[in-house]
């Protein structure tokens, strides 16, 4: 019904509309003893269309893209979505971007939806901190990680106000569960406190160098498959600022909805995002919509820009991480709030 209403409109040449539901039963036992059995259930949802006109076309999705948002619980969170009245929103707004100006080109204060910083926590901490990358193990399938280990504990990865977590006990999260596929416990693990790298994702092979126990970070994609370290639900953590107030100390920024695009390189530090949806902020106010949003930083720096999160926090699901060889494909959860960043250059 939404792919038909919104294909209802001229301008409108392509739709999608999707629906995922999976039930997931894992038996795990070892020689130390363990007999383990977890059951999961995951749900989630999502659409989009493409507006075409005169050469041009425009991208917009709800309630995310690349599939929608996901939740370990059942079909009643495809019901919360509410997607049939969100079609009119989705459809107008692709059509308004056509006629969009583009995104100016310069150093601006940014505001980034809790969307985008999903990927953005994904692409730029989750994966530089699974430390088989670190030590080398995955370098020929998606490079390896700027946090090698001298850094631990000392690096200045961000601001005081970036907190980052790896949480598998994150309520509804896709990243969670009982134990991994290791048979380690569920736990939270502090990756980036209050600006400094502190954590990495392991496994027991990997802790021991460092001299730790495992943070249960050991997880397969199936029976078939050996287990690797992986993201759970690696989340940053809410701040006390309102959107209003993100946005009202912002003389001359982009608001930034939506991620459209990404590029980084193979150490996880030069990086490059494009989003389906900008704003421009004039004199603390959001004003004028603007189409093919982008900008570029280098990690560390730009959550060292960072100087407020909000506290409107959502946890996200993304059924699509890849990694290793032979490839493997993990559910996996990133837990963010819009959040405020200074003189990041846009427009690229």
Request: net charge negative.
């Amino acid at each position: 019904d939404c792919s038909t209403h919104m294909l209802g409109h001229a301008d409108i040449k392509v739709t999608q509309a999707t629906m995922r539901c999976r039930m997931q039963e894992k038996f795990f036992a070892s020689s130390e003893g363990s007999d383990l059995h977890q059951t999961q259930v995951f749900c989630g949802a999502g659409m989009g269309c493409f507006a075409v006109r005169g050469g041009e076309m425009q991208k917009r999705s709800y309630p995310t893209s690349f599939g929608g948002d996901f939740s370990q619980q059942g079909y009643e969170f495809v019901e919360s979505l509410d997607l049939p009245d969100h079609t009119e929103e989705v459809v107008s707004t692709g059509i308004a971007l056509i006629d969009a100006p583009a995104c100016p080109s310069g150093r601006k204060d940014m505001v980034l939806d809790s969307a985008q910083l999903a990927l953005q926590v994904h692409e730029s901490c989750g994966h530089p901190t699974e430390l088989d990358r670190v030590l080398g193990y995955e370098a020929s399938y998606a490079g390896t990680s700027f946090l090698t280990t001298e850094k631990l504990g000392a690096f200045r990865y961000g601001s005081p106000h970036v907190t980052i977590v790896a949480d598998s006990t994150s309520l509804g999260g896709l990243g969670t569960f009982g134990y991994d596929d290791e048979g380690v416990k569920a736990c939270r693990t502090a990756l980036v406190d209050k600006g400094i790298f502190s954590g990495y994702l392991t496994s027991r092979e990997t802790a021991v160098q460092l001299g730790q126990k495992s943070n249960g970070a050991m997880r397969a994609m199936g029976f078939n498959n050996l287990p690797i370290i992986r993201m759970t639900n690696i989340n940053l953590m809410p701040g006390d600022f309102s959107f209003e107030e993100l946005v009202e100390d912002v003389k001359d920024g982009i608001y930034m909805e939506t991620n459209k695009s990404w590029s980084i390189d193979d150490r996880r530090l030069n990086f490059q995002f494009g989003c389906e949806v900008g704003h421009l902020i004039e004199s603390g106010e959001v004003t004028h919509l603007i189409k093919n949003p982008t900008y570029t930083a280098l990690t560390p720096e730009f959550w060292g820009a960072c100087d407020g999160v909000g506290k409107e926090w959502h946890l996200w699901g993304v059924p699509n991480c890849g990694k290793g060889e032979p490839p493997q494909t993990m559910w996996v959860g990133h837990g963010t709030a819009p959040a405020r960043f200074r003189s990041i250059q846009v427009g690229v």
